[in-house]
């Protein structure tokens, strides 16, 4: 410490670093090594590999390397103790959250201390972010342990949950795991990150104190192999996953048809906006939170920022000074900024991606070069002028590099926001309201933080649009994701049993310039199309004999038809009491010709006449239901943090791809085209294989309800062949499949490559009986809008 009229001078801080005893004591004591924790004790640590402390380079613990075997064995142990659990009390289930929250709680400093120890983070950060918001979900989720039966009729436990969590908010991420899994009667395996098991260590030891019944949590060790074994056992119903899209694609791969649950939270390149009416100093404070908070590495990190060409000079001139004050060092001193990057593979990643911008001739600012000369450290950076299309632009850098681009036009800053594959966050700095929120509803993103960023709370959902995943961390919209429909168990249909035998040329195929013209045609951007192979196919009805003949629809049409739904995105922005009168009048124009579409179905699937038009007046009032729905799948304002609101919007997907089953194929194809549109989503359908004709009749009643054009495009052919094209297809944000096991598989796996949402099924339905918000639930996702207020 210098001399008092030295530090005067400088102004400068002394060292003030936070004591690290308990935990130097509590690393001594397991010197020999970690075990895995399965069924409620530690094993034997075997298979050792080195845990460091990023600030140091130092060597801090050694832990075990989980084995297939040992994935078995905490499955096996998760599985035995899933139905106790679950059978619990939900008050019994919310004393054990409730105290796993006062444990965490009570070990704040500790905990504190131990991440960023492990992790490098800044002690502040761990000590008032990490840990306390960690604890709050535990506490969060105790509550819903025992509202879960009441608040959530109709619904059991998923059963045994994987999860798979990074290492860039370690304990955290845990919490937003395992706290939602237990409320809602789960058990789990939990599968930290390789660079960063110690919190969970900790969480396992807190879970022996608190008494949690053995094998309730599990947690083992290890890099992506033992996390790829997780992923691959065939009793995990749920996988979990929060960390990079590439392994989230791999995973979407992997459990492809395995009938597992799925959740993705991933990568992401978030833009933060600000215009030229914001307020430029807590723009710059914001932007110290959204790409310095944790050296950078945030999957929802602010790093891009979009700034009016008016502002930007002002802008940029604020954030070099301010960047001139942040303090890049030992991430144990309170008065840290910016820790340590996590490993020394994610610091040559960030250099990596720098030398690329580097040869692109982009300029980079640092105010201060100079970080400690051990350990990982990485400067602060700002990249001005950085072309949309740069690399530094493109990818996720997972470091604290700024890269800034301006706007004209807040049209020409919703552009460049959502000029990305990703589409977890964004935030929004504007004094006009209108604006805030006009821009906030336009970009295309789970989490829009207004004049405010990376604000977080158990209560708000987290999760991301496109290439950041899908599904929903927090509160009631997490929730969900961990509950599934008591009946959804029955028959799996093993093959979709198509009566066609339709490869072009081969009969029944035929030439549709043959012939009278009986065929039915596509139904593409409000027109009657021609199918592009040129071929239709025999429609055949139960004695064999041809009923008619319907388009042969390929991969060309799938095509058109996705690009007249994109077309048609308005029907999302029409309001719902429209999309609502729009649908009534579906119903109305169906109910006018009741006989005849009747008629059609005994003609076709040999249905009793009774029976057929018991299938057209279901049909007419699930039509109604939606109608009705349309106004009424209300969002939420969610109760998180004092002088904010929180509001959840739900929001169409966007393109849906919807392909229908054999079995009741009208009030089949009603009931999944319904609920699409009236949730605002434009679809393309594929009706049943064997029995299309209810569905081309139906083109005539969309064209006298005044449903817009290309709101529904509907393309007949083998439903199995045109799932394919659509499930690879990046124009189409969701599918949803009903059909047999192999169809269900293959689009869940193709979806992979734009992580579109998928509900397949290869259950036989009853399609008498299966309505409602679920279907809404699953035809929307939830954008999370935080708004301050008060000056
Ligand atoms: P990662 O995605 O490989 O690691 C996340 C977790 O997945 C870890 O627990 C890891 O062991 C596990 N894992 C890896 N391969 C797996 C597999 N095949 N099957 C199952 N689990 C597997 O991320 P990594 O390599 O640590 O970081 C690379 C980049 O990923 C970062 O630079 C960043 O861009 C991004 N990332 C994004 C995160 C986010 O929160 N969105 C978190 C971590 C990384
Ligand atoms: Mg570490």
């Not at 930290?192 to 019944?213: D, H, K, N, R, S």
């Not at 009566?499 to 065929?519: F, H, I, K, Q, Y």
């Not at 969610?638 to 009741?664: K, L």
């Not at 054009?709 to 007949?716: C, D, K, M």
């Amino acid at each position: 410490m210098g001399v008092i009229k030295d530090i005067l001078r400088t102004m400068d801080y002394g060292p003030s670093p936070e004591s690290s005893e308990h935990v130097g004591v509590w690393l001594e004591e397991h010197k020999a090594g970690f075990g895995h924790f399965i069924n409620g004790v530690f094993t034997k640590p075997s298979d050792l590999f080195d845990v460091f402390n990023p600030a140091r380079g130092e060597r801090i613990a050694r832990v075990s390397q989980g084995s297939p075997a040992d994935i078995d064995a905490a499955v096996a142990a998760a599985r035995k103790a899933q139905g106790k659990w679950a059978a619990l009390s939900g008050f019994e289930r919310s004393k054990h959250l409730y105290a796993l929250a006062r444990h965490v709680q009570k070990r704040e400093r500790f905990l504190s201390v131990l991440e960023t120890i492990d992790n490098g983070k800044p002690i502040r950060e761990s000590r008032d972010i990490d840990i306390p918001l960690a604890a709050r979900h535990f506490y969060h989720h105790a509550g819903w342990a025992s509202l879960i039966d009441s608040e959530f009729p109709g619904t059991k436990p998923v059963g045994v949950c994987g999860q798979i969590i990074p290492w860039n908010f370690p304990l955290l991420m845990l919490a937003w795991k395992i706290a939602p899994a237990l409320a809602a009667g789960n058990t789990v395996v939990l599968k930290p990150a390789e660079f960063t098991p110690l919190t969970a260590l900790a969480f396992a030891a807190i879970c022996v104190e608190t008494g949690l019944p053995p094998g309730v949590v599990n947690i083992v060790t290890g890099d992506g192999a033992t996390g790829a074994a997780l992923v691959a056992d065939a009793s995990v119903n749920k996988i979990a996953f929060t960390g990079s899209t590439e392994v989230g694609r791999t995973i979407r791969k992997a459990t492809a048809g395995s009938g597992k649950k799925l959740s993705l939270e991933l990568g992401g390149k978030s833009p933060f906006i600000v215009f030229e009416d914001a307020d430029l100093d807590s723009a710059v404070e914001g932007v110290v939170d959204a790409i310095w908070f944790n050296q950078g590495q945030v999957c929802c990190a602010g790093s891009r920022l979009l700034v009016a060409e008016g502002a930007a000079d002002a802008l940029y001139a604020k954030l070099r000074a301010r960047m001139a004050n942040l303090r890049v060092g030992d991430p144990l001193d309170k008065s840290t900024d910016v820790g340590a990057i996590v490993a020394p593979v994610q610091l040559e990643r960030i250099r990596r991606l720098m030398r690329q911008g580097e040869e692109e001739g982009l300029e980079f600012f640092r105010a201060d070069d100079s970080v400690p000369d051990r350990g990982c450290f990485y400067p602060p950076t700002l990249v001005t002028g950085v072309d949309p299309a740069s690399v530094l632009a493109r990818e996720e850098i997972f470091g604290p590099v700024l890269v800034a681009t301006t706007f004209r036009t807040p049209d020409e800053a919703v552009a460049l926001a959502n000029n990305t594959r990703y589409g977890l966050a964004a935030s929004v700095w504007t004094e006009n309201v209108n604006r805030a929120f006009e821009v906030a509803a336009r970009i295309k993103a789970g989490v829009v933080w207004i004049n405010s960023t990376n604000m977080f709370d158990a209560a708000a959902g987290f999760g991301g649009y496109r290439e950041s995943g899908f599904g929903r961390e927090g509160g009631r919209e997490g929730l969900s994701e961990y509950r599934i429909a008591d009946e959804l168990k029955s028959k799996p249909n093993s093959s979709r049993a198509p009566r066609l035998n339709a490869s072009p040329g081969v009969s029944p195929a035929r030439n549709l310039d043959e012939g009278p013209d009986r065929t039915a045609k596509l139904y593409i951007g409000g027109k009657q199309a021609r199918p592009d192979s040129g071929y239709s196919y025999a429609v055949l009805d139960p004695a064999g004999r041809e009923a008619g003949l319907a388009g042969l629809g390929n991969r060309k049409d799938i095509r058109n038809a996705v690009e007249a739904a994109a077309k048609a995105s308005s029907w999302g922005a029409a309001t719902a009491h429209n999309r609502a009168q729009v649908l009534y009048y579906v119903a109305e124009n169906l109910a006018a010709r009741q006989s005849e579409f009747a008629q059609r179905l005994s003609a076709t699937t040999g249905a009793s006449a009774r029976a057929a038009r018991a299938q057209v007046d279901a049909s007419i009032r699930r039509a109604f239901v939606y109608a009705g729905y349309a106004d009424k799948f209300d969002g939420a304002v969610h109760a998180t943090r004092s002088r904010f609101v929180t509001i959840a919007m739900n929001e169409p997907w966007g393109v849906m791809g919807v392909i229908c089953p054999d079995e009741a194929p009208l009030l089949a194809f009603v009931s999944l085209v319904m609920p699409a549109i009236a949730m605002g989503n434009c679809v393309v359908a594929v009706p049943s294989s064997s029995h299309p004709l209810s569905a081309t009749d139906f083109y005539s009643v969309l064209e006298t309800s005044d449903v817009p054009a290309g709101v529904v495009n509907i393309v007949t052919g083998e439903a199995n062949v045109l799932a394919k094209t659509l499930a690879e297809h990046d124009g189409v944000d969701a599918v949803w499949y009903a059909g047999d096991t192999d169809g269900a598989a293959r689009v869940e796996a193709l979806s992979a490559g734009n992580l579109k949402a998928t509900w397949a099924s290869a259950a036989t339905i009853d399609w008498a009986k299966t309505e409602g918000r679920e279907f809404l639930r699953r035809a929307t996702q939830v954008k999370n809008i935080w708004t301050p207020y008060g000056e």
